[in-house]
């Protein structure tokens, strides 16, 4: 291997914090979370998962939290996921597609603005973590 | 003993007096103990009076002359463990395995030493069997944990 | 394969601690399993599993914390992982059973910072515990490893290292407290004869019974201690270090070693380190097994290959050390230190701690106490804050009776003094001593003669038998204490421990021989009443001198309340007890070896000590 040099070392600290920075836990200014019962991952929920991993990545994020909880008990709009920006009411998007989810995440998790056509209600139960 | 054997170790410390320690430590290692050949051989090869390596070799506690069991127990008698019984777990292995401590089974399965702090205090009392951990060893555990490595 | 690659994401980070606690708890198989329910599932592209180093809070090992969000799992089995990853890795319902509930609270405590044994923790030293995998050097740049590096190869001068150390008012963490910037700058400055050249050592020879801190930080973050030694190395003027390592500590060698070989092949040691043109290199040197090793002279001797002897000092090694070489020796909590200084500047680490004592310190805490484990704290903390708040108190409700700090060169703090702030000054004051950090806690079945008795046979055995005060005046102090734990003792037996500890402190060569009447000194001035007891009424208070011990199996209970249970006649280890089912058992005297197995395994509180 060809020894570094001063500016390698911080290409690698970068390439690595992006990947590691989930581990420090705190300071998200948004949270994704994918609603991952059987029913969602029956309706395709794995894929909006993948769809979210994917934007994280590409876009170089990370002050976005992506997690996935259980059944969020509307079994027939699946597969849903619920976007919280810190200090605001979390929103719920229903019977979601990948491109929706690309949507979701550039307009509303980046851009603060809300897409309606896919939201099924504001202001829905928040969670603790 | 394997003479081949020594004269590779030697070999990977390119034979430096300086390495002696270290050379002892990886002989201890291939063969349980430093035989008295080995230790002869060290002797040649790096040119160290027999009584000088005789010195180390009885000077740390790491060396033995004399082979140990097949299964090492070391029985942890750091502090954490004395306050938490350790002393007790010790003598029980004495009779369950009927040698005294720094002795080996006459079947050469088994050899017991006390040893000082393994650096597990958290799981005190301890007992290192080979290299293995055993946390939280009671009396009554003693007898399980030797069972455990009966082949 | 891709899904291992440097810049995949993943949405879950399952930390499994490896450290060597939780590896005797079956941590590695534990991530197996993960692994093979992850996979079970399909989940493993969006979750991945890292070994980390020591978490510190041993006692509720296997320990597993998820981020994010901090979750912490604890005491977890093989067979607990099927359903913990189908809940929570895949469903996202946190799991509770698996969760820790500290003593005083009714629910359990998901977030690892909510638990009050990490919530006054401040780590520096151990810093990267359980964010990083050690064996990945990569995980280590990441979280800013090298970067002091860097900054002192780059723009600072060797004196503008020093000056920083030396206003930080880092004091060495070894045992003595020596100021680190005042060690480098005499390294600096001492010419070395005969062809120049000067060396760094790290001393990982960690002695002392009941301190493993040293161990844990080698295992967490090898590359802490690496680059604190770069950058000592650029301070001091030296081109070679050593790592002497414990011998006992194999895990520790290994993740060194594979630390050592990554920093080479990034080029962050050999020759030219980053293009900068500073040259420097570090090797491992085993311990192999004498607690005496750990006085830097000695361990010295050892790194040449020869007796692990002390030697008087002066010349210390800043002038004379290895192969004659000024030298410059801290141990692995220093170097570990060093980065954070640089990076985030004196001032910052001096605001930590007391006047005399700045930062943090690693203390292991163990013994008699609910949470055994390694924590790092603000010097000037209380010792009630870290048994109590941190510690969470004395097991089975019993109470504290002293806290032995030090190793066998320190001593016992009692009770009275619990609101003692920790640092070098007031626990000299008290007797005792900073050392190495640990801290052995004691309750009210701990008997403090045996304690004494216990460190004087462990100086004794390790006295290196150098000098006569130490190799026959600890023989002396031991026999006199053996004879009074066996009820043998007489009167006149502690004026005359009193007077031979004071003159082997005087004349002993080193370290370990001055300081080993420490134990009884501090024993004899806080529990003089525990001396005289086994004197004078031949009883142990605490019943551990097993010998003044008297097993007795009170029948009336034994039938009543146990029914003549049998099991302490099955478990006795000498055939001295003799009963049948729901008969009343009794012990033979002459028989019982006083192992008190009876005593532990009745169920019933039949079995009587006095």
């Known amino acids: 291997m060809p020894k570094l040099k001063i500016e390698d070392l911080e290409k690698i600290r970068e390439q690595v914090k992006r990947t590691t920075a989930l581990r420090e836990g705190s300071g998200f200014r948004a949270k994704v979370n994918v609603h991952m019962g059987t029913c969602g991952i029956a309706a395709g929920a794995r894929t909006i998962m993948n769809a979210f991993i994917k934007e994280l990545e590409t876009r170089d994020v990370h002050d976005v939290l992506l997690t996935n909880s259980g059944c969020a008990g509307l079994c027939s709009q699946e597969p849903m996921v619920t976007i919280e920006i810190a200090g605001q009411a979390p929103v719920k998007y229903v019977n979601l597609t990948e491109k929706k989810a690309q949507e979701i995440f550039e307009k509303h998790v980046l851009g603060g603005t809300i897409v309606k056509e896919y939201a099924l209600g504001i202001g829905s139960e928040k969670t603790d973590y | 003993m394997n003479e081949q054997r020594v004269s590779e170790i030697l070999t990977k410390y390119q034979a430096d007096p300086g390495a002696v320690i270290a050379i002892l430590q990886d002989i201890q290692e291939e063969f349980s103990y430093l035989p008295k050949n080995a230790l002869m051989i060290v002797s040649r090869e790096l040119d160290i009076p027999l009584s000088r390596v005789l010195s180390l070799a009885t000077f740390y506690t790491a060396f033995s002359l004399k082979p140990k069991g097949k299964h090492p127990i070391h029985v942890c008698l750091g502090t954490a463990c004395h306050v938490r019984g350790a002393q007790l777990v010790l003598e029980k292995f004495e009779r369950e395995l009927g040698i005294k401590t720094g002795e080996t089974s006459p079947d050469m399965e088994y050899s017991l030493d006390a040893v000082r702090c393994v650096g597990c205090c958290g799981l005190a009392p301890v007992v290192m069997v080979g290299e293995d951990v055993h946390g939280k060893i009671t009396q009554t555990k003693a007898a399980g944990l030797i069972k455990k490595y009966k082949k | ?610």
């Open chain 3, 1 to 610: 394969m891709a899904e291992k690659a440097k810049d995949k994401t993943y949405r879950l980070h399952l930390m499994v601690c490896a450290g060597t606690g939780c590896v005797s708890n079956h941590s590695y198989e534990i991530k197996e399993a993960l692994e093979k329910e992850i996979k079970k599932h399909g989940l493993e592209n969006e979750v991945t599993v890292v070994p980390t180093g020591c978490n510190g809070f041993c006692e509720r090992g296997p320990i597993l914390v998820v981020q994010p969000g901090n979750i912490f799992y604890q005491q977890l089995a093989v067979k607990d992982v099927p359903h913990l990853v189908e809940e929570h890795f895949l469903k996202g319902r946190l799991v509770s059973k698996f969760m820790y509930t500290p003593p005083e609270e009714k629910k359990p405590v998901p977030v690892l910072n909510d638990i009050p044994f990490f919530k006054k923790q401040v780590l520096i030293a151990l810093r990267n515990r359980g964010l990083i995998d050690p064996e990945k050097i990569d995980e280590s740049i990441a979280r800013d490893g090298y970067k002091a590096l860097v900054k002192a190869l780059t723009e600072m001068t060797p004196d503008k290292i020093i000056t920083e150390i030396t206003l930080s008012g880092l004091r060495g963490r070894g045992g003595a407290g020596f100021p680190t910037g005042l060690k480098w700058q005499l390294v600096r400055n001492a010419a070395s004869s005969n062809g120049g050249g000067k060396y760094i050592v790290c001393n990982g020879d960690e002695g002392d019974p009941g301190a493993f801190m040293d161990r844990s930080i080698l295992e967490a973050d090898p590359h802490a201690v690496i680059e604190g030694m770069v950058i000592g190395a650029k301070a001091i003027g030296a081109t070679a270090g050593f790592v002497y390592v414990r011998n006992e500590y194999p895990l520790a060698v290994q993740r060194l070693s594979i630390a050592l070989d990554q920093a080479r092949d990034y080029g962050l040691l050999g020759s030219d380190i980053l293009g900068t043109g500073f040259d420097f290199d570090i090797q491992i040197k085993r311990g192999a097994g004498a607690f005496v090793c750990g006085e830097e002279t000695a361990l010295m001797a050892s790194i040449e290959g020869r007796l692990g002897e002390p030697r008087p000092r002066p010349p210390y090694p800043a002038q004379s050390g290895l192969w004659g070489k000024p030298t410059c020796i801290n141990n692995v909590e220093t170097w570990a230190n060093v980065p954070m200084i640089i990076n985030r500047g004196a001032k910052w680490y001096a605001g930590i701690g007391t006047e005399t004592s700045k930062g943090t310190k690693v203390f292991s805490l163990v013994g008699k106490i609910n949470n055994t484990g390694l924590v790092e704290v603000p010097m000037g903390i209380s010792l009630r804050e870290i048994i109590y708040d941190i510690g969470g108190g004395i097991p089975g409700g019993k109470a504290f009776k002293a806290v032995q700090t030090g190793g066998p060169s320190g001593g016992c703090i009692p009770r009275e003094k619990i609101d003692l702030p920790i640092d070098y000054e007031s626990l000299t004051e008290a007797g005792s001593m900073m050392g190495s950090g640990g801290m052995v806690i004691m309750d009210q079945d701990t008997c403090m003669v045996d304690i004494a008795r216990y460190f004087l046979s462990f100086t004794h055995e390790e006295s290196c038998g150098k000098c006569t005060p130490c190799r026959e005046g600890t023989k002396a102090m031991l026999d006199i204490l053996t004879r009074i734990t066996a009820g043998k003792g007489t009167e006149e037996d502690i004026g005359l421990l009193q007077d031979l500890a004071l003159s082997i402190k005087d004349s002993a060569l080193c370290g370990l021989g001055k300081t080993a009447p420490n134990p009884v000194l501090t024993t004899l001035r806080y529990f003089r009443d525990e001396y005289e007891a086994h004197i004078r009424t031949k009883k142990c208070p605490a019943h551990v001198c097993r010998q003044l011990n008297i097993y007795t199996i009170n029948p009336e209970t034994c039938v009543k309340v146990g029914r003549g249970c049998d099991v302490c006649r099955r478990n006795c280890a000498s055939d001295a007890i003799t009963g049948q089912k729901n008969e009343a058992h009794v012990i033979d005297r002459a028989k019982c070896i006083k192992c008190g197995v009876c005593f532990d395994v009745c169920n019933f509180g039949a079995v009587k000590v006095d």
